[in-house]
T-cell receptor
Framework: GDSVTQMEGPVTLSEEAFLTINCTYT??????LFWYVQYPGEGLQLLLK?????DKGSNKGFEATYRKETTSFHLEKGSVQVSDSAVYFC??????????FGKGTTLSVSS | DAGVTQSPTHLIKTRGQQVTLRCSPI?????VSWYQQVLGQGPQFIFQ???????GRGNFPDRFSARQFPNYSSELNVNALLLGDSALYLC?????????????FGDGTRLSIL
């Protein structure tokens, strides 16, 4: 079946550092792609999405570009803050039924 | 507007018992999905309901069942609980059943099996 692979964490950065979290997917066709963020003790919040090739999703300084040629959707932010510390999940949806999630990447930002 | 609400927030059960988890979607959302998130892992899809019918089922045993009511709220039932059922159970809703529509998640029900 389809799967999503994220870079292993934890990722530890200093405040204002550049962030990249890699994500690749295996689905054929053109799935929709998402990044969700989960803060301790909470559910998942949608961070950004892209629904077709070359789309760029962006929100709160985070960006990710849908790359069909490399089946990737890497998350980036130019300058992270302590408040960005959380677990980040990449996910794909092929048919409007089930989101397929990666295992999550823990980000820890120190001041 | 209220987001996705789930109840209860925490639940402790013993092996062999049965449990019912509840979910109210965002107003106007007709699709509800359930996910299981084991500690340290990404959520795993259990069910999707749309317009009160089951539209998708993940790789979970028949001990797991669900239903959706006319007001689009949903219940997840798990029978004969096992220790391995300990997890965070997440409910998500979306406007319609379409891959372009993002699913919005509640804060989950933390189920602990003793």
């Amino acid at each position: 079946g389809d799967s999503v692979t994220q870079m292993e964490g934890p990722v530890t950065l200093s405040e204002e550092a550049f962030l990249t979290i890699n994500c690749t997917y295996t689905a054929t066709g053109y799935p929709s792609l998402f990044w969700y963020v989960q803060y301790p003790g909470e559910g998942l919040q949608l961070l950004l999405k892209a629904t077709k090739a070359d789309d760029k999703g962006s929100n709160k300084g985070f960006e990710a570009t849908y790359r069909k040629e490399t089946t990737s959707f890497h998350l980036e932010k130019g300058s992270v803050q302590v408040s960005d510390s959380a677990v980040y999940f990449c996910a794909e949806d092929q048919a409007g039924t089930a989101l397929i999630f990666g295992k999550g990447t823990t980000l820890s930002v120190s001041s | 507007d209220a987001g996705v609400t789930q109840s209860p927030t925490h639940l402790i059960k013993t092996r062999g018992q049965q449990v019912t988890l509840r979910c109210s979607p965002i107003s106007g959302h007709k699709s509800v999905s359930w996910y299981q998130q084991v500690l340290g892992q990404g959520p795993q899809f259990i069910f999707q309901y749309y317009e009160k019918e089951e539209r998708g089922r993940g790789n979970f045993p028949d001990r797991f069942s669900a239903r959706q009511f006319p007001n689009y709220s949903s219940e997840l039932n798990v029978n004969a609980l096992l220790l391995g059922d300990s997890a965070l159970y997440l409910c998500a809703s979306s406007l319609v059943r379409n891959s372009n529509q993002p699913q919005h998640f509640g804060d989950g029900t933390r189920l602990s099996i003793l």
